[in-house]
């Protein structure tokens, strides 16, 4: 089959390797589609997961299935699915929780072991959710990233008549804006310094969009009574807006974790504020489980706004073009590699 290998940082090679093997109680897919993610642009320039190269990464994906397991029983070949990336030991007190990146064994697809940058991946079928017929491949490719704020939302308690603040109007970032517009928050302010993303922010339900950092807390008190935002979300991955977001959250409000920094990078934090405040934070990255079936459920009901995430698209031979493009091409939220093109 062909795969796009990342040999080093910023250098794909597409070439031609084993199909996988598959257990028992694994399925084969044929991927048809693949996103790219923040977290893959990390691994692309050398900023994450750099110690697993070379690797195929990619982990937003759908597909069919080629081939099934002797054991699964659920699914049969032919099925278009998606699939669950994070793969636990599912016995474990974190796997039973659903908090499977805490895992010891845990991997995931495209980050610890081969992903979907390549005409088949292979993984266990228990991760694998059947589609309903009719949805798009192209908005079936956005099932995981859309856990992903469905997860964040769920775990910060995010709920209708809270005020969000999303700091980053990048992929991400307007999907969290869009969950939090679906759960009923308002307002819900974006902070990004582009304009066209914060204009796209808007278009997605955000109530203001802020692009010159300097006013950006006033404009956040402005909104809320003085009192600051219920909710703020990092989906940069910038200590500073980190720092930043410390000032703009109210007392007794959530600050969710989400943006993916360098590893040992730290941000003080005042422990008496938080303490006498009641302030709370929580990390959150990926979607898992329950996350991937209700990110599903909204996807396949038109829950979310995809145009501007499904607009741009290579094959899999243009890889590393569509890599080194995307931060020239603003206007698009998301850009997928075609599997069968």
């Given at each position: 089959?062909?795969?796009?290998?990342?040999?080093?940082?910023?250098r794909?090679?597409?070439r031609?390797v084993?199909?996988?093997?598959i257990g028992?109680a694994d399925v084969?897919?044929r991927?048809t589609?693949a996103g790219?993610?923040g977290?893959?642009?990390?691994?692309?320039?050398?900023?994450y997961?750099?110690?697993?190269?070379p690797?195929?990464?990619g982990?937003?994906f759908?597909?069919?299935i080629?081939e099934?397991?002797?054991s699964?029983?659920?699914?049969?070949?032919?099925m278009r699915?998606?699939a669950?990336?994070?793969?636990g030991?599912g016995?474990c007190y974190?796997?039973r929780?659903n908090?499977v990146?805490?895992c010891?064994?845990v991997e995931?697809?495209?980050?610890?072991?081969?992903?979907?940058f390549a005409?088949?991946?292979?993984?266990p079928?228990?991760?694998v959710?059947p589609v309903?017929d009719?949805?798009?491949?192209?908005?079936?490719?956005?099932?995981?990233?859309?856990?992903?704020?469905?997860r964040?939302?769920r775990k910060?308690?995010?709920?209708f008549g809270?005020s969000?603040?999303?700091?980053?109007?990048?992929p991400?970032?307007?999907?969290?804006?869009?969950?939090m517009r679906?759960v009923?928050m308002a307002p819900?302010?974006?902070?990004?310094?582009?304009?066209?993303?914060?204009?796209?922010?808007v278009?997605?339900g955000?109530d203001?969009?802020v692009?010159?950092?300097a006013?950006?807390?006033?404009k956040?008190?402005e909104?809320t009574?003085?009192?600051?935002?219920d909710?703020v979300?990092?989906s940069?991955g910038?200590?500073k807006?980190y720092?930043?977001?410390?000032?703009l959250v109210?007392k007794g409000?959530h600050?969710?974790f989400f943006?993916?920094?360098?590893?040992g990078?730290t941000i003080?934090?005042?422990?008496?504020?938080?303490v006498?405040?009641?302030?709370s934070?929580k990390?959150?990255v990926?979607g898992?489980?329950?996350d991937?079936?209700?990110?599903?459920t909204?996807?396949?009901?038109?829950?979310?706004r995809?145009?501007?995430?499904t607009?741009?698209h290579y094959?899999?031979?243009r890889?590393q073009?569509?890599?080194e493009?995307?931060?020239?091409?603003?206007?698009?939220?998301?850009?997928?590699?075609l599997?069968d093109?």
């Amino acid at each position: 089959m062909k795969a796009a290998v990342l040999v080093e940082p910023r250098r794909f090679e597409v070439r031609e390797v084993g199909i996988p093997e598959i257990g028992p109680a694994d399925v084969l897919i044929r991927v048809t589609r693949a996103g790219i993610c923040g977290t893959d642009l990390h691994i692309f320039n050398g900023h994450y997961a750099a110690d697993r190269l070379p690797i195929v990464p990619g982990h937003e994906f759908c597909g069919t299935i080629a081939e099934i397991g002797a054991s699964v029983t659920h699914l049969k070949t032919g099925m278009r699915v998606v699939a669950d990336i994070n793969i636990g030991c599912g016995n474990c007190y974190w796997c039973r929780r659903n908090e499977v990146l805490n895992c010891g064994e845990v991997e995931q697809i495209g980050i610890g072991r081969d992903g979907a940058f390549a005409q088949y991946v292979a993984l266990p079928g228990r991760l694998v959710l059947p589609v309903p017929d009719g949805v798009p491949e192209a908005v079936l490719a956005l099932v995981e990233p859309v856990a992903c704020v469905v997860r964040a939302a769920r775990k910060a308690g995010a709920a209708f008549g809270r005020s969000g603040v999303v700091l980053g109007a990048g992929p991400i970032g307007n999907l969290h804006v869009q969950m939090m517009r679906l759960v009923g928050m308002a307002p819900i302010i974006v902070a990004d310094l582009s304009s066209e993303r914060c204009r796209m922010a808007v278009e997605a339900g955000a109530d203001a969009a802020v692009s010159e950092p300097a006013t950006l807390r006033s404009k956040v008190l402005e909104m809320t009574g003085g009192r600051g935002a219920d909710f703020v979300v990092e989906s940069v991955g910038s200590s500073k807006l980190y720092r930043q977001a410390f000032d703009l959250v109210r007392k007794g409000g959530h600050v969710a974790f989400f943006g993916i920094t360098p590893p040992g990078e730290t941000i003080p934090i005042e422990i008496l504020r938080t303490v006498l405040e009641e302030n709370s934070l929580k990390g959150s990255v990926a979607g898992m489980g329950e996350d991937m079936h209700d990110a599903l459920t909204l996807l396949s009901h038109g829950r979310f706004r995809t145009a501007a995430f499904t607009a741009a698209h290579y094959p899999l031979e243009r890889i590393q073009e569509a890599f080194e493009t995307i931060p020239a091409r603003t206007g698009h939220l998301k850009t997928q590699i075609l599997l069968d093109a």
